[in-house]
């Protein structure tokens, strides 16, 4: 977004929504429903403020309060609404990615970090599609992982869709594990996240992963 050209634009300190599997990586939109009390309290906090929220992995522990990645990615609340029962439906857009460098010791029921953007500034401009797979390879490798457990896929909107866009959805929806998930998200460019994605359908084939391709 034109308003974030630099790293130095962002914040320093950053809330943070530990959720396993959900993500959320630049120029991609993450729907979300929010209802527990401390979540609702951050977006309200957010709206007043620089209207960012840091989507990162919770990697276990407890459910109050989970071990969180090393690395998650800030969103801005672009679409906001309230239902007649008091829950939030939102639509963060991807801006960047951040390293928790520490967690801060803060007063609010929900938690936050101090973000260090530094190894994410690529993340503010256009995506690069320097050193791509070919398309060819990804949509094999995706086809073998659909056929191989038993999944679906809109195919019309498979082969529709941009080189960034595939990618993205299938991080985003394919039942990997939290730990496939995060090593997609901190892919160090497109093409290396394209070519993780093709590794892991590749590797999964014969590992039995299921659930729904979104």
Not at 42 to 54: C, K, Q, S, T
Not at 75 to 103: H, M, P, Q, W
Request: proline share 6%.
């Amino acid at each position: 977004m034109a308003q974030y050209r630099k790293t130095s634009d962002l914040p320093g300190t950053l809330p943070v929504f530990p959720l396993p599997g959900a993500m959320l990586f630049p120029r991609w939109e993450l729907a979300l429903n929010i209802f527990e009390p401390r979540y609702l309290n951050m977006f309200d906090d957010a709206m007043r403020g620089h209207r960012l929220i840091g989507m990162i992995q919770s990697m276990g522990g407890s459910r109050e309060r989970p071990e969180i990645a090393r690395v998650g990615c800030a969103g801005r609340i672009t679409s906001y609404s309230e239902t007649d029962d008091g829950r939030y439906i939102v639509t963060l857009t991807g801006i960047c990615r951040f390293s928790a460098a520490r967690e801060i010791a803060a007063a609010t029921p929900y938690r936050q970090v101090a973000a260090d953007w530094s190894a994410f500034a690529a993340d503010l401009g256009p995506a690069s599609e320097q050193g791509l797979p070919d398309r060819g390879d990804l949509m094999r490798a995706l086809r073998t992982y659909i056929c191989a457990n038993g999944l679906q896929a809109d195919w019309s909107a498979v082969e529709d869709a941009p080189m960034e866009t595939l990618v993205h959805a299938l991080a985003a929806g394919c039942p990997f594990s939290a730990v496939e998930k995060q090593a997609l998200l901190e892919a160090g460019s497109l093409a290396e996240r394209a070519r993780t994605l093709i590794a892991l359908m590749e590797m999964s084939v014969g590992g039995g992963a299921s659930g729904p391709v979104q």
